[in-house]
């Protein structure tokens, strides 16, 4: 937790910030994009989870963008809430509306793509991301995703949630006490 656990995250994060990976070396990486650019570059190109260049790969930096920025106002307007006896109205509607914006355009991104994943018939980095984007929204915020909204994100987060990985490592969310 970035909040009971802030002395340690600070220690290899200076930001206080997750997600961050401590490298068995004690190298730090912070921020998804680099945390995922090493794991691509351990897992060989065949196993990466980014396409490896050209419009595929910055398809996916966009919807792994799009997914982050959710996430990103969801956590703010969920903090706005919590650590302000009178939250701003103009902050909080600012970041409704990029939930709903973003939220948009990673429905007119799924619907326009045919296969089981972003990217073929395997989850990548941009399935991931969303679907954590995603599961965070619903548990943090229940009314700002509707499901009948945004029948083919709602349908990808099944899909992605059904996985192993995703079943074996998902963690509730616990607001901050």
């Not at 794991?39 to 196993?47: M, P, Q, V």
């Not at 990466?48 to 799009?66: E, S, T």
């Not at 990029?98 to 939220?103: C, E, F, P, S």
């Not at 355009?105 to 296969?115: C, D, F, N, P, S």
């Amino acid at each position: 937790s970035t909040f009971s656990d802030a002395a340690q995250v600070s220690r290899f994060n200076p930001l206080t910030r997750v997600p961050t990976l401590v490298l068995d070396g004690g190298e730090s990486l912070i921020e998804s994009d680099a945390i995922i650019d090493h794991l691509d570059e351990l897992a060989g190109r065949e196993r990466a989870l980014y396409p490896p260049g050209g419009a595929a790969r910055r398809r996916a930096m966009r919807i792994c963008a799009l997914g982050a920025g959710v996430a990103d106002a969801a956590v703010s307007l969920f903090y706005e809430k919590v650590f302000h006896r009178e939250p701003s109205e103009a902050l909080s509607e600012r970041r409704r509306g990029q939930i709903a914006r973003g939220l948009d355009a990673l429905e007119a991104e799924r619907k326009a793509t045919a296969t089981p994943f972003w990217f073929g018939a395997s989850p990548g980095h941009a399935d991931i991301m969303v679907s954590c984007a995603l599961r965070f929204l619903r548990e943090a915020h229940p009314t700002l995703f509707e499901a009948s909204a945004l029948p083919a994100l709602a349908v990808h987060a099944v899909r992605c949630e059904g996985l192993p990985a995703f079943r074996d490592h998902a963690q509730a969310f616990i607001p901050p006490a």
